[in-house]
């Protein structure tokens, strides 16, 4: 059991795996059949007393905000979704999306060794940080054609490595489309649609041979946990999350903030809630 005292600074998993399914048994608690959920299943931050299990408590480094702590969770998403893709060092690598998890995975890429990072988006806020943050080439989709560009980028190979995150049919197409011959792909981007692939993505699948994954949520098994990874690299300054940090608002702001968000009337990218203002 892992021990705390009262006023120690913390971060939170919100999974609640029930440790007894088949993937718990194995460490794999994201893939729990009967898991709970700080925030959506159970409630979550917005109440002023939050109860969670001790084995869900991760002490934060002294040089460690609680702005950084908050994004924690983002962070060991990308983090998940980077390590399924097996970057090799060198590697050129494109990250569709930029969220902050798009925005923390191409750090990630990075920091495991690629060699070169394409960041696409369609907004030039956040190609802008996407640069700002060690992107290599930044692609605006709605101004140039991703495929193309990473193509003349690669000199025709396409990337060795490719991830998706904006959650979107067309992006998740051209991630295919943009990978190299034996390369990988992997989604993580939640779009709720359908995903019908052209027939020149169907035959690059077969052809180039790719390797397509999934990820979901992020893992804090004994043998690897993309939490306490994630808390290491921030204390160490080479994962940066505050510049991901763009609205700082009261609790007062909440529904005015979700609706700008649902309705995206303006930039945003993480936005922090912060009860004391």
């Known amino acids: 059991m892992k021990e705390f005292n009262v006023g120690d600074r913390v971060t ?13 048994k194995v460490g794999e608690y994201q893939l729990c059949d009967h898991y709970n959920y700080l925030g959506s299943r159970t409630n ?24 950084e702590g908050a994004m924690t969770d983002p962070a ?23 969220g902050p998890i798009g925005l923390l995975a191409l750090q990630w890429c990075k920091i495991m060794g690629a060699g070169h990072v394409v960041a696409i988006d369609i907004f030039e806020e956040k190609l802008q940080l996407a640069h700002e943050l060690g992107a290599d080439d930044c692609v605006n989709g709605k101004v140039d054609n991703p495929v193309e560009e990473i193509k003349d980028i690669t000199k025709e190979k396409g990337v060795e490595r490719a991830i998706e995150f904006a959650g979107n049919k067309i992006t998740q197409e051209q991630c295919i489309k943009s990978t190299a011959k034996l390369g990988c792909c992997v989604f993580g981007g939640i779009s709720h649609t359908d995903l019908p692939l052209s027939e020149h993505a169907v035959d690059g699948i077969l052809r180039k041979e790719l ?35 763009s609205h700082r608002l009261p609790l007062s702001k909440l529904p005015e903030a ?12 993480k936005v922090m809630f912060l009860p004391e203002i």
């Open 211 to 245: 390797t397509i994954r999934g990820s979901w949520n992020s893992s804090f098994s004994p043998s690897f946990n993309d939490w306490e990874r994630s808390l290491y690299f921030m204390a160490n300054g080479k994962l940066r999350c505050q510049p991901l940090i």
């Open 76 to 98: 060991s998403v990308a983090l998940h979704a980077v390590r399924k893709v097996g970057i090799l060092p060198g590697d050129k690598v494109a990250v569709f999306g930029l």
């Open 44 to 67: 979550g931050a917005y109440a002023e007393y939050v109860v969670a299990p001790a084995r869900n408590l991760l002490k934060l480094a002294d040089n460690v905000s609680f702005e």
């Open 258 to 269: 979700f609706k700008v968000m649902y309705e995206r009337k303006e930039y945003f990218s």
């Open 12 to 24: 939170v998993i919100p999974l609640i795996p029930c440790g007894s399914c088949e993937f718990c």
